[in-house]
């Protein structure tokens, strides 16, 4: 029940058309009229300096982490923070972040033996990093087993919406009621209908490992900016068209209009960087990693654990990260950082 008032909620949130110089104006709006329903307790769980190393201390394990529990709130402060998330993710981010965090259940059934806590659909995790809306930068996250959303804001501009990570265990369910549910299924399909379009030739230079890595290469604290694979200048355009799916794919998992600047930021930069790289087997079941590359992103997709039933996905874009680039501009129009 309290699930589907979220996705009620933040839903009808994203019926309306939005425009990216609005971004901020709604996520601040969502995220104060998140911190104003909670009690000073809470809220001192929930907020942190926007300079201090907690922002930037992301990652997707099932750890300790700091900020306010979903499991800590009431119904009411549930659905605005449910809501503040809808302004971040577009429709289908929203439905598969939500249920990313639904298959936490699934877990704490197929691993029976493992303490009740370590798997929760509750425990996520909602920081908010400075003062929304005010003059100085600030940002959000949504955090989790298998999720980690990162915003930031400075000015007017469109926010950065990255490191962005989507993962999920089991990333087939074989059992039970939810049988058959894949909810990162286009992120991998849409890998391997491209790999597998491939020449041979093509392929001798996208695949750079015969067996999948255990884990995503660009994991917190890596940023491997090295192009690996088959360039897109090898490709041919109905190939071309399959590599951009993918892109689009993980970058409207975001907000529409933002992703869409990003993505406008990629063409501009030139389709010629952009790489393709493939590891481990070609078909379904098997394990499997793949990337997409260009001057300053990169994203990643891993299935190799759990017999090839665990997926982690990750988009990272290396100006934008944590909105390096976005705090650089405000700083340089005359916005001096505090001591």
């Not at 909620?9 to 996520?27: G, K, Y």
């Not at 598969?96 to 197929?110: C, G, Q, R, T």
């Not at 950065?160 to 265990?169: D, E, Q, R, V, Y």
Request: charged residues 25%; glycine residues 8%; negative net charge.
């Amino acid at each position: 029940m309290k699930n589907s008032l979220a996705l009620t909620l933040a839903f009808s949130l994203l019926l309306t058309p939005l425009r990216a110089h609005d971004a901020t104006a709604e996520m601040s709006a969502a995220a104060n009229n998140f911190l104003s329903a909670l009690t000073a307790e809470q809220k001192a769980k929930a907020t942190f300096d926007f300079a201090g190393e907690e922002r930037t201390n992301w990652h997707f394990i099932p750890r300790e982490r700091k900020g306010l529990q979903i499991k800590e709130m009431t119904q009411e402060q549930r659905l605005l923070a449910h809501a503040l998330l809808a302004t971040g993710l577009s429709n289908g981010g929203y439905a598969k972040a939500v249920s990313i965090m639904s298959l936490e259940a699934v877990l704490a059934e197929l691993e029976k033996a493992k303490p009740v806590n370590v798997r929760d659909p509750e425990r996520y995790f909602v920081s908010i990093f400075g003062t929304p809306g005010g003059a100085e930068p600030w940002g959000w996250r949504v955090e989790g087993h298998h999720l980690s959303l990162n915003f930031t804001a400075a000015g007017d501009a469109a926010p950065s919406m990255t490191p962005s990570f989507f993962g999920t265990n089991p990333g087939e369910v074989r059992t039970g009621p939810r049988t058959g549910t894949r909810v990162l299924a286009t992120e991998e399909e849409l890998g391997r209908t491209l790999v597998k379009a491939l020449t041979e030739e093509q392929r001798k230079e996208a695949v750079i490992l015969a067996e999948a890595p255990k884990e995503i290469f660009d994991v917190p604290g890596r940023n491997d900016t090295t192009p690996q694979g088959l360039a897109q200048s090898k490709m041919t355009p109905e190939q071309t068209a399959m590599l951009m799916k993918i892109i689009k794919e993980y970058l409207f998992r975001c907000r529409p209009d933002v992703a869409a600047e990003d993505l406008a930021k990629i063409e501009k930069a030139g389709l010629g960087n952009l790489y393709f790289a493939w590891a481990g087997g070609f078909d379904r079941g098997q394990p499997h990693y793949y990337r997409v590359q260009g001057g300053h992103f990169v994203l990643e997709y891993d299935n190799t654990q759990n017999e090839a039933n665990h997926v982690h996905s990750v988009w990272r874009d290396f100006d934008h990260d944590f909105g390096a680039d976005l705090l650089g501009a405000h700083y340089k129009e005359g916005h001096p950082a505090k001591p």
